[in-house]
């Protein structure tokens, strides 16, 4: 995974690990044991100083984000589960993920490899970009955002928005794991993160891990 200068600038890195030969199954019960450690973790009025969720709203800030309209995804999923909501069920694989960014909250990026066109980049958007979030419409970048790209354009708007292109279907086999890390958030926490996300997949829906790293190395 090749890393931009402008990226490093940034401060930005990401944990990522290749799993192959999953079996993504639409039930899972790993929300339910995250959500009995979530609020053994957290509390809604701690989460506003917890260093790490602070670290990723500051980031959010610096690229033009408003933290307190759009959460980091890990800290979302956190005061969902704190207000006694329901987290969505996706499928083995991405409940696996949500899981451990809500226990960790650092974002974690789920990606089904045999999408993937040629080399991952985490650079800066090129202007007029196509980025086709999950569940939502196409929108062209205005250029200068944060993103994890192959050869045919952005898969992760940096560091909260999955592609269409790219997400985890159930005919999926071998998949991407992605943990964002941002300035203020320790590397062995990211890392960290992603070894959770592993876990929980292979533990759900099997696997074999491949490969793992951090980008840019330090």
Do not use: Q
Request: with cysteine; aromatic share 4%; glycine share 12%.
């Amino acid at each position: 995974m090749e890393v931009s200068d402008e990226a490093r600038a940034l401060g930005i890195f990401v944990a990522h690990g290749t799993l192959r030969g999953v079996k993504v199954s639409r039930e899972s019960d790993v929300l339910e044991s995250a959500a009995d450690e979530v609020r053994r973790l957290y509390s809604l009025e701690g989460l506003r100083d917890h260093p790490v969720a602070r670290a990723y709203r500051d980031f959010y800030w610096r690229i033009g984000i408003d933290p307190t309209k759009v959460r980091p995804s890990g800290e979302a999923l956190v005061r969902r589960i704190l207000r006694g909501e329901e987290l969505p069920r996706i499928n083995s694989v991405v409940d696996s993920g949500n899981a451990a960014s809500a226990i960790t909250l650092v974002p974690i990026g789920l990606y089904d490899m045999g999408r993937i066109a040629g080399r991952l980049e985490l650079r800066l958007a090129r202007p007029g970009e196509v980025f086709h979030p999950i569940g939502g419409g196409e929108r062209r970048l205005r250029g200068g955002e944060p993103v994890l790209a192959d050869e045919n354009g952005p898969i992760f708007l940096y560091p909260h928005r999955d592609c269409e292109r790219t997400k985890i279907r159930e005919e999926t086999r071998d998949v991407l794991v992605v943990a964002a890390g941002v300035p203020g958030v320790e590397r062995a926490h990211v890392r960290r993160a992603l070894m959770m996300a592993l876990d929980l997949i292979k533990r759900s829906s099997g696997g074999e891990l491949v490969h793992s790293g951090i980008a840019p190395g330090s």
